[in-house]
């Protein structure tokens, strides 16, 4: 038997198929089947070659032991973008597709040292303060708005109409956006992860949330806003602007797919129907086997180095497969002893997510009051028809198509807002403070937060 008998195959439709090239995470084969790709990536060893978009090269750690190694040794391995050494030499442009989740932005999940101590420090402490009970309150609102703009029509796309929305509205009420600046949230975050007009949309956020902070600092309130303005670590203009967008724009887009990717696993397997409140663990397994960001943890060696055999230079652009560390064969033997919570989808070491125990509660909260709303829901295509979204970080579905008996909107007739914040942003919108300064999109009346607020007042 020679070595070509028993050299890895690359999956079909891969373009690496007998060039040699890196393996390339993007375009539709990848996204139809990204296991197929991991299992060909496992036979490099420990980490591989792979290509994020035309031109970008990367080291993508695939082992779950040298994954965590990456994740945990601060020292070795730095989060600082300006290190990137393709990106300093100008083979890595700064309209790429991936530049706007890799290029660096002085917050805390591209410092390292004292500053990211610093910063995540007063996120952590600020994030801390959210309080279960109210965030509970939030989402079930939140979830009854959003069921009533589509429960009379007997279908819906619960990926666009509920999964998406649903965290960009939760997180507008938790860091206290009111009306005017909440619809520019909604059209600046939607716009940066959806592809469209992306660079326009980033403008509108940041001058959103810039708007936001001046009008904390003059008026407080009971949000996660004003409790990270208020952190010992007193954080500047510059500082809050930036960890605020991060805390927005990073919480949404993985909650959304969180969210989608767990209805999805509750609609297709028959395990859960069958046995019924099994939502917490369809979230595990889905956190498991299909995590809402598959690859990324972008890490940069200080110097020279290996990393599992692998030999790395200064400044190499080194990845961590989180989907592909939590299927490979090193954790099956401690997901079957029971240790369902060791998987990697909320990272690790210092860089750990600061929000996992909300992102729970959200997406558990949400999936229930769904189910208690709609309880005949189920898939309205066949699984096998449905897309997911191309690219190298996320695992999304592109549509969720779902179909139930139509449902009556029940409004209350004294409504009570969540939060003093929504109360005096509910109470503004309903005396037609609908100015949304960012751009409107085709159709709208007003922003969409601000017909939630108006929602909330009826």
């Avoid at 591209?110 to 910063?119: P, Y």
């Avoid at 046995?275 to 060696?301: K, Q, S, V």
């Avoid at 409504?415 to 100015?435: D, H, I, L, S, V």
Wanted: hydrophobic letters at 40%; proline letters at 8%; a negative charge.
């Amino acid at each position: 038997m020679n070595a070509h008998d028993t050299a890895p195959v690359p999956p079909p439709g891969c373009p690496a198929h007998g060039s040699g090239a890196r393996v390339p995470l993007h375009g539709p084969e990848f996204a139809a089947d990204p296991q197929a790709y991991y299992d060909y990536l496992r036979h490099y060893g420990a980490a591989a070659p792979v290509e994020l978009a035309p031109g970008v090269e990367a080291t993508l750690v695939t082992d779950y032991a040298a994954a965590l190694q990456l994740l945990q040794d601060s020292g070795s391995f730095r989060k600082d973008a300006r290190r990137w050494r393709a990106f300093n030499e100008g083979k890595v442009s700064p309209d790429s597709p991936v530049a706007p989740l890799l290029a660096h932005r002085p917050n805390c999940m591209f410092a390292d040292g004292a500053d990211h101590l610093r910063l995540r420090q007063a996120v952590t402490d600020s994030m801390a303060r959210v309080d279960t009970r109210r965030l509970s309150r939030s989402t079930e609102q939140i979830s009854g708005y959003l069921i009533s703009q589509f429960g009379g029509r007997g279908s819906a796309d619960l990926l666009g109409d509920y999964a998406k929305q649903l965290p960009l509205f939760v997180f507008n009420e938790l860091f206290g956006c009111p009306a005017d600046i909440g619809d520019r949230v909604l059209f600046g975050i939607s716009g940066m992860f959806d592809g469209v007009n992306a660079e326009k949309a980033t403008e509108v956020l940041f001058q959103a949330v810039g708007e936001l902070v001046a009008l904390k600092r003059s008026k407080p309130g009971d949000d996660v806003t004003s409790w990270l303005m208020q952190h010992e670590a007193r954080l500047d203009d510059e500082e809050m602007v930036h960890q605020l967008a991060l805390l927005l724009g990073a919480g949404a887009e993985p909650l959304r797919n969180l969210l989608g990717n767990t209805l999805h696993r509750l609609l297709t397997h028959e395990r859960y129907a069958r046995e019924g409140g099994l939502i917490d663990e369809a979230l595990d397994d889905t956190l498991w086997e299909n995590p809402p960001m598959a690859n990324y943890a972008p890490h940069y060696p200080a110097a020279d180095t290996e990393l599992a055999g692998q030999q790395l230079q200064a400044g190499d652009l080194v990845m961590v497969s989180f989907a592909a560390a939590n299927t490979g064969p090193a954790l099956k033997a401690s997901r079957q002893a029971g240790s369902n919570r060791a998987h990697l989808a909320w990272s690790a070491g210092p860089h750990a997510c600061p929000s996992k125990e909300p992102a729970r509660h959200i997406t558990v909260t949400a999936i229930e009051h769904l189910f208690n709303e709609l309880p005949d829901v189920g898939l309205a295509v066949p699984e096998d028809s449905l897309t997911w979204r191309p690219g190298p970080f996320n695992r999304a579905l592109a549509t969720l198509p779902a179909r139930f008996t139509p449902v009556r909107s029940a409004r209350r007739a004294e409504p009570r807002p969540t939060t003093a914040a929504t109360a005096a942003t509910a109470a503004t919108a309903a005396a037609g403070q609908e100015k949304a300064a960012g751009p409107a999109r085709p159709g709208e009346r007003g922003g969409m937060w601000s017909q939630f607020l108006n929602w909330l007042t009826r």
